[in-house]
């Protein structure tokens, strides 16, 4: 995923007392790092109440154990347990998706949780000086091995590990207004789905993810089952891989494929096409910016597109919808 700007904790951290005079003027005192000291053997379960904390020093200390309300700390960005005893972590570490950097040098770790791959926002993970597994160290020691060893823990998390034809549970729906059936009207779905095309569903823009849940073949049958489920009347897809955008036409065959658009299916027994449009922004950003730079950088650089569609209903769907009112009001007398 794109990294957000994080400024790491200054290694010569200073601390300031507040003076009587400050607190009896009613300065608010502002602490968001923690450092403990002194051959520590365990912690105070009332430390896991500072969710304020963004960082937190507990290196050099004597911790043979890490407790999982750890996880409680959801504002961490900073975790460092370098040089302790500590022989396992809990995998409710991996449930600390704000951490930047996670320091774990110099303890007594022979395996890691495959939780923490979901740490997806993780920019230095130190794990110098532990007896673990050749093959997670080989790993890690690689160019970017970071990221390649949270993208492989991730992949081999207990519980999450998916051929392509296991599917995720359904979805719960949410109904919010039933029909009015006392109206006659002509009643139709509509089905409005980004399917997320297949070049754009990547590691680097989904770290969250792991790659079985990103493989095409496997989004593929469930958008596919879902549609068919749905059996909506009208359909709205995009960042499909057909009719696409307009820099497609200066393309190769091979690669216009991968260039996504927009598309609108519908029950041709239901509705009739009376006018489409295809509209291409940037070309009305040419037509209309009035020479205005802010238009033209903002529109002009990207080919986004839209489909509009104006459907009449057939009159037979009309009288079907009629027919189906008056035969329900005769049942309800």
């Known amino acids: 995923m794109p990294k957000e700007k994080y400024d790491p904790p200054d290694p010569r951290r200073m601390y300031t007392i507040m003076s009587t005079e400050e607190a009896a003027n009613g300065k608010k005192s502002y602490w968001p790092e923690l450092e403990i000291t002194g051959n520590v053997r365990s912690l105070s379960p009332s430390l896991w109440t500072l969710t304020h904390l963004t960082a937190l020093h507990i290196a050099d200390n004597c911790l043979s154990r890490i407790p999982p309300d750890i996880a409680k700390l959801h504002n961490l960005l900073y975790l460092d347990l370098s040089s302790n005893k500590i022989r396992s972590l809990p995998a409710e570490l991996g449930n600390m998706v704000s951490l930047r950097e996670l320091l774990l040098n110099n303890n007594q770790l022979r395996v890691l949780p495959f939780e923490l791959g979901k740490l997806f926002q993780l920019q230095t993970l130190g794990l110098k000086g532990n007896p673990l597994a050749q093959e997670i160290m080989s790993l890690y020691q690689e160019h970017d091995g970071t990221r390649k060893l949270l993208n492989y823990l991730l992949d081999n998390l207990a519980g999450s590990i998916k051929s392509p034809t296991e599917q995720p549970p359904s979805r719960s729906w949410i109904a919010l207004q039933e029909p009015d059936q006392t109206r006659p009207s002509a009643l139709f779905s509509v089905m409005c789905y980004n399917v997320l095309c297949d070049k754009y569903a990547t590691r680097q823009l989904y770290g969250y993810c792991p ?123």
């Open 211 to 333: 790659s079985w849940a990103l493989n095409w073949e496997y989004r593929k049958k469930s958008i596919m089952q879902e549609i068919m489920n749905c059996s909506a009347d009208i359909i709205s897809l995009q960042e499909v891989e057909t009719d696409p955008k307009s820099r497609a036409r200066t393309m190769h065959e091979s690669d216009r494929k991968h260039v996504d658009g927009c598309a609108v299916f519908y029950r041709t027994e239901k509705f009739s096409v009376v006018q489409k449009h295809t509209v291409e922004f940037n070309q009305l950003a040419m037509a209309n910016s009035e020479g205005s730079e802010a238009m033209l950088n903002r529109v002009m650089t990207k080919d986004n597109i839209g489909v509009a569609v104006l459907l009449e209903v057939r009159k037979e769907m009309m009288e079907e919808s009629c027919d189906t009112h008056f035969r329900s009001s005769r049942l309800s007398m």
